[in-house]
């Protein structure tokens, strides 16, 4: 005879209710940067990051990133990727990459189809559920990994100038949520 196991809620040691939202930090930046990217480096963008400290180290952390702005030079867009860093380094990464330079989690999202660097923004989005297994603060940040060196515009296109008012603005965001496990 099969023996059946039913539960109202399952929980974890702590008492707390699995699978259940911890905690919640985000950092959404309004403010505008142009930033240098050199070439094959995973560069950090300036200030897209955001800090968590796990209550358990069974906990998850699910990461939902979103960048808008534009390329220095439309090329760049189509041989760059992006991902996401835990306290500096790369996680969710292609495991096997070869030989190849250029690897990550997702790709920008072009809203125009030829080559325009002035006022056509882009965006970028990707999520991912880390297990880092520890308690210590979590520092996690957006990057991004071109094949040749650029400029980066965040929240703004290139052509922006404060001045004119046909050229978009946009925001930026990072967020860490804690999940019990």
Not at 12 to 17: C, L, N, Q, V, Y
Not at 58 to 78: H, K, M
Request: cysteine-free.
């Amino acid at each position: 005879m099969a023996s059946i196991a039913k539960f109202d809620e399952w929980q974890t040691t702590a008492g707390i209710p699995r699978e259940t939202v911890l905690q919640v930090k985000q950092t959404h930046l309004r403010d505008r940067y142009t930033q240098s990217i050199g070439a094959s480096v995973a560069t950090d963008v300036t200030d897209l990051n955001v800090t968590i400290v796990p209550s358990s180290i069974n906990s998850r952390i699910l990461l939902f990133g979103r960048w808008t702005g534009e390329y220095g030079a439309q090329d760049r867009s189509w041989n760059s990727v992006w991902g996401f860093k835990r306290s500096g380094t790369r996680i969710g990464d292609h495991n096997n990459p070869g030989s190849t330079l250029i690897y990550g989690m997702g790709y920008s999202s072009l809203t125009y189809y030829g080559d325009d660097s002035n006022s056509t923004g882009d965006s970028m989005t990707i999520f991912y559920v880390d297990s880092p297994a520890t308690t210590s603060p979590l520092t996690y940040s957006i990057y991004n990994l071109p094949q040749s060196a650029y400029t980066l515009y965040t929240n703004r296109v290139v052509g922006w100038s404060g001045q004119a008012t046909d050229y978009e603005l946009t925001t930026s965001t990072i967020i860490a949520m804690e999940i019990s496990a």
